[in-house]
C-alpha cells in the first residue's frame, strides 16, 4: 500500500523561505510524477507543481518562486517555496500519478497534506 507523507510547513512571514517534504514507501516511487497542491480554506484545491523524468510544470501563480525537485534514492519529493506571500497560506498535499498534469483527478495516491501559513 502506497503512502506519502508530508513534512516541513510550519508559520514562516511574507518574503520568507520553506522546504516541504514528501517521503513515499510501499510504490516504486521512480515510476510515478509527483505533483503538489494545495488548499485554502474554502476553496477548491489547487495545482502548485509537478514533475517526473525531468519534466517540471507549475501554476502561474508560483512560478519562478517555487522549485520542485525529486530524489529517487530517498524515494522523496521536495518543494523549495521562496518569497512566500499570504496567498501562499494553505494546506500542501503531495501527490503521485502517471503523467504530469494539473489536474488533481489523474493522480492516484495521495498524502494528508502539511500546513503552510504566511503571516504579514
Known amino acids: 500500500q502506497a503512502q506519502l507523507v508530508e513534512s516541513g510547513g510550519g508559520l514562516v512571514q511574507v518574503g520568507g523561505s520553506l522546504r516541504l517534504s514528501c517521503a513515499a514507501s510501499?510504490?516504486?516511487?521512480?515510476?510515478?510524477?509527483v505533483g503538489w497542491f494545495r488548499q485554502a480554506p474554502g476553496q477548491e484545491r489547487k495545482f502548485v507543481a509537478a514533475?517526473?523524468?525531468?519534466?517540471?510544470l507549475y501554476a502561474d501563480s508560483v512560478k519562478g518562486r517555487f522549485a520542485i525537485s525529486r530524489d529517487n534514492a530517498k524515494n522523496t519529493v521536495y518543494l523549495q517555496m521562496n518569497s512566500l506571500k499570504p496567498e501562499d497560506t494553505a494546506v500542501y498535499s503531495c501527490?503521485?500519478?502517471?503523467?504530469?498534469?494539473?489536474?488533481?483527478?489523474?493522480?492516484?495516491?495521495w498524502g494528508q497534506g502539511t500546513q503552510v501559513t504566511v503571516s504579514s
Open positions: 514533475t517526473n523524468r525531468g519534466t517540471g
Open positions: 510501499g510504490i516504486t516511487f521512480s515510476s510515478y510524477a
Open positions: 501527490a503521485m500519478g502517471l503523467v504530469v498534469v494539473d489536474r488533481p483527478q489523474a493522480y492516484t495516491f
